[in-house]
């Protein structure tokens, strides 16, 4: 998928109103595929359509709209972005936040959980056939450094015995490894790839949404911080370098590929992981119905 004109291909990318979502929605456009923002506030997801398009001269950017914590939001926006397109050559599992107090999605789950990880599982599950259809295709999930030193308690990965903002959002970024790793070795041999990331520490709006000291605390580090331009190299070069086809379940920082810790390398967590997750989103649809 060598950069120039993409025309006939398409990416859809959550979490693409701000930082580094959106820096990565202007790089990807340039590239000219057809792009599908996907953001939860319908005025701000309008803007940043309108914005890439100007900025890229693409004039092939959507936008659709959905609260990616809940799981019948993130079907809703699978089905609406099936109704669009007959393809999917890229899907970025970006969105993302962290809380710094427990909170609980209307659907029952640790928000921190259903948005940074369970998120990620169910869309993909969601648009699977489609990736196989169109492959060659990819899948990009948004990690973290954040990752290393944490372990899942398989038995709370709704964190109701104890809480710590910064540690359950590290876990979380420690499930998208696994996802990632689980969904390659699912995918071998099927021409749909998997891989994730580490943006670095991006000057964004992320954080903004906790009250007290954390946000006070990015707001001083702010001037240290990579710019999001420079955070969604990584993301774009995933998501379209022709030096990556074919390579499937690995993890990049700066364009290119690092180990992540043993807790991610562990083929038995993938997959219990997996089978868990399966069953969240499960029960999910059935608290919804």
Not at 13 to 26: D, P
Not at 55 to 81: K, P, Q, T, Y
Request: with cysteine; glycine share 10%.
């Amino acid at each position: 998928m060598a950069n120039g004109d993409h025309g006939g291909k398409v990416c859809l990318l959550t979490g693409a109103t701000t930082g580094i979502g959106r820096a990565a929605a202007e790089g990807l456009a340039r590239t000219g595929l057809t792009l599908v923002l996907a953001g939860r506030d319908a005025a701000r997801t309008e803007a940043a359509v309108e914005g890439v398009r100007r900025v890229s001269g693409n004039d092939r950017v959507e936008g659709l709209v959905a609260d990616l914590s809940l799981g019948s939001e993130v079907r809703r926006l699978a089905a609406e972005f099936r109704a669009r397109h007959r393809r999917l050559d890229v899907l970025v599992n970006n969105a993302g936040a962290i809380f710094t107090r427990r909170e609980e999605t209307a659907e029952g789950r640790e928000k921190t959980l259903a948005l940074n990880h369970l998120a990620y599982f169910l869309l993909t599950r969601e648009l699977l056939d489609l990736l196989l259809a169109t492959a060659p295709a990819r899948v990009v999930n948004v990690a973290s450094e954040a990752h290393r030193g944490t372990r899942l308690d398989f038995d709370d990965l709704d964190s109701r015995r104890r809480y710590s903002g910064l540690g359950v959002y590290g876990r979380s970024k420690l499930m998208n490894l696994l996802f990632t790793a689980e969904l390659a070795r699912r995918l071998e041999g099927k021409a749909v790839t998997a891989n994730a990331l580490h943006p670095g520490v991006v000057a964004t709006g992320f954080g903004g949404n906790t009250p007290g000291l954390f946000r006070t605390l990015v707001r001083i580090a702010q001037p240290f911080m990579l710019s999001p331009e420079k955070g969604a190299r990584t993301l774009v070069y995933l998501a379209t370098s022709p030096e990556v086809e074919g390579v499937s379940g690995k993890y990049f920082y700066r364009c290119r590929e690092m180990r992540p810790s043993p807790a991610a390398r562990d083929p038995e967590s993938a997959r219990r992981l997996w089978e868990l997750s399966e069953q969240l989103v499960s029960a999910s649809r059935t608290r919804a119905a």
